[in-house]
T-cell receptor
Framework: DGGITQSPKYLFRKEGQNVTLSCEQNLNHDAMYWYRQDPGQGLRLIYY???????QKGDIAEGYSVSREKKESFPLTVTSAQKNPTAFYLC???????????FGSGTRLTVV | KNEVEQSPQNLTAQEGEFITINCSYS?????LHWLQQHPGGGIVSLFM???GKKKHGRLIATINIQEKHSSLHITASHPRDSAVYICAVRQTSGSRLTFGEGTQLTVNP
């Protein structure tokens, strides 16, 4: 079955370390997104990509980086510059015109 | 003011009750999504609407484009409906979604 796979489900890192979250889709979707969710807040867009080798900053891109070398993959790196990285991170994809969104199951990152 | 506002923030119901969750938005949209997030965190898409009404099982979603308002109804609610329900809009330009803060629904047996 087609879908989005995020790994790992839980991730613990020490402060000051970079960490990369994986997101893979086999839906042949052109667009992919990374969102951050904090308690009591709506999902906020970190980065998005509409085609391979191209991506745009979302509303809260500072301290994060992404790459889109393959259509299927859109990894997110949380760098040491991100001041408050502990959060729940969701990856999503959609058909290029923005329809048919599919979400991953999320990665809960805890920085200690 | 958020571009997408949901009400109520929290809702507790008894099993069998009819439930309504509301979503108002202030931007031009091409589609509105209702999503369900279970305690584990994964999100499932329930409906995508651009006009009128959709029904799936016990769930009904309506949208009024002129009033910039949508409602999600759950008939004969059940404890397994307990989840966070999220409204998200796709603005007229681009493929990005803007999300409401979600409504935490708890259905007690």
């Amino acid at each position: 079955d087609g879908g989005i796979t995020q790994s790992p489900k839980y991730l613990f890192r020490k402060e000051g370390q970079n960490v990369t979250l994986s997101c893979e889709q086999n839906l042949n979707h052109d667009a992919m997104y990374w969102y951050r969710q904090d308690p009591g807040q709506g999902l906020r867009l970190i980065y998005y990509s509409q085609i391979v080798n191209d991506f745009q900053k979302g509303d809260i891109a500072e301290g994060y980086s992404v790459s889109r070398e393959k259509k299927e993959s859109f990894p997110l790196t949380v760098t040491s510059a991100q001041k408050n990285p502990t959060a729940f991170y969701l990856c999503a994809s959609s058909i290029s015109q923005g329809y048919g969104y599919t979400f991953g199951s999320g990665t809960r990152l805890t920085v200690v | 003011k958020n571009e997408v506002e949901q009400s109520p923030q929290n809702l507790t119901a008894q099993e069998g009750e009819f439930i309504t969750i509301n979503c108002s938005y202030s931007v031009g949209i091409s589609a509105l999504h209702w999503l369900q997030q279970h305690p584990g965190g994964g999100i499932v898409s329930l409906f995508m609407l651009s006009s009128g009404k959709k029904k799936h099982g016990r769930l009904i979603a309506t949208i009024n484009i002129q009033e910039k308002h949508s409602s999600l109804h759950i008939t004969a609610s059940h404890p397994r409906d307990s989840a966070v329900y999220i409204c998200a809009v796709r603005q007229t330009s681009g493929s990005r979604l803007t999300f409401g803060e979600g409504t935490q629904l708890t259905v007690n047996p």
